[in-house]
């Protein structure tokens, strides 16, 4: 499996695929639940391996984190700050009373590596979030996020060959 993971090529490859894959999901929508889910999870484990995350950093260098109030009380803790130090530091409020780190990149990046790895908030754990059921069903996020994650490029490039679609 040739795996690509330069985000410079990933990026145009993103922009020279938009109809494509609007074309793979309405095909993947046609298929079971149950065996895209297996495909992609297979993928993953495959796939995820051979990506060095510390290599490349791109989620935490472009994504907006949300932070729970338990998650902050942690992280807090971990740097030794007071919650309301750890607040006007690393925090802004989001609709709704949400928390969001307010940096892009992420504050606690240094050198492609998280400096709060154990203490991670959820969204950081869970992404890209290819193990997770309902695939299909959360295909408009998963794109959203084809351009700047190596490891789902190349999941839903091979997921394209595994189900036989043809662009
Ligand atoms: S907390 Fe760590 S894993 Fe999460 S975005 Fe920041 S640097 Fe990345
Ligand atoms: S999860 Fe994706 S975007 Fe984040 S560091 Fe790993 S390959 Fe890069």
Redesign the pocket.
Known sequence: MQLQTSLEIIQLEAVAKEEENVRFAAFLKQQTEQQVDEKVQHLNLLIEKE?D??A?????KTLMINVTDNEADRAAGRLKLNRDEFDRRHLEKGSHGMMLINTIPCHFLNE?KCTIYEDRFEGCRE??ALHLPSFVKRLFTVLM?YN?????FNVVEELKKETGFSN
């Open positions: 990506i995350c510390t490349c950093g791109n989620c935490c492609n992404f890209p996020h700047r994650c190596p490891i789902i």
